[in-house]
């Protein structure tokens, strides 16, 4: 009899973290429409501002021209130091979600040991920042709260630091990584060279005959641009991870109130052959306790 | 018909997209208009009104606050931090537009003349499409 009541103590608190999880991915979904429609909104600016930028220090490095502000355009090839930003959730319960990211950041770090390139980390997101103090990296900055909630100005506060940095010549290269949001079921991992700015992957032919023809007060220009094609890059990173993680969590909660239903699926089998064993059990007794009185 | 294409984008999305015939920029330097063909070129924006003439001949107007431009032989792309289309079937879908581009005009803190002049010269495109 104790068997029974014990399955019943499972079934009943298998259930219950089957409503928490359902719940989560309710609160998830909610929030994976509005961050899902705030990262759509900017994709098509960020996309822009990329694209312009790219093109620019194509144009750059194709003429060598002006020489203005050429250490934000020119590759270096041998950094010695790399600043990178990284993104990740503030909380868990998101599947792979920030491990996916945390490796990434752990294979940059092992490969530039080997050649022995600096890294220096600035960590957004507690998640990343509890994993790598736990494991004894030291981060260079570390800024929580700030994934769950992303605003513009926090942006620029975080990757005014990096770049301030490379303008002092600090660093000699910027890398943000984050997790970013593909569609309602798929994550993906985005790594971007941010500064120095990169020509575009696709060779442009169809433009190279042209030239840009930097006005008076060029620089002042590129340096306006230049500015808001950081600050942008970095709080779409901001909200195309929150869209992500929400996506992210959303599977994961979907799957844990599946799993929850199996698992009350296969204890209420337990339970039932349990409750037939002990009747069958009851009925041998009595029967054999009536055939004894004979 | 030579064309070229207009797109205005903002942190918030898309504000217009299509061929246009010209279009007039605010440029930090001062207005300036922008043909197919036209030399390629990257520059700021200040505060003020793209006048954009659209296929069929009617203008459309958009208030920006400040952005880039980068302009090529046949694309035009305007980057801009805030902007506001002034466009709609009715009178009161204009008006409304219209506030909402003085407000942003306005959030931008530039002199009352300069806001006058722009809202003005809205006015006055807006008034010319019904026709």
Known sequence: MANLKEIKRKIKSVQNTQKTTRAMKLVSTAKLKRAEMAAKQSRVYAVKINEVLSEIAYKINQYKSGAIESRFFTNNDTPKTIDVVFVTADKGLCGGFNIQTIKAVRNLLKESAEQK????LRAVGRKGIAFFNFQGVELLNAYAGVSSNPSYEKAQEIIKAAIDDFIAGKTDKVIMIHNGYKNMISQELKIA????VQPPLHSMESSSLMELEPEEGGEEI?????QKYFEYNM?????DSLAAEHSARMQAMENATNNAKERVGILTLAYNKARQESITTELIEIISGVESMK | MNTLKLEIVTPLGQIFSNDVKSVTLPGSEGEFGVLPNHASVVTLLSAGIVDIELKDGNHDVVAIN???VKVDENSVTVLADGAVSISGGSESEISKSLESARKLLESIGDSDVAIAIAMSRVEAITKTRKL
């Open chain 1, 117 to 120: 390139v600096t890294v220096r």
């Open chain 1, 193 to 196: 060279d941010i500064v120095p």
């Open chain 1, 222 to 226: 590129l340096d306006a641009l230049l």
């Open chain 1, 235 to 239: 709080y779409y990173a901001l909200i």
């Open chain 2, 66 to 68: 400040w952005g880039h």
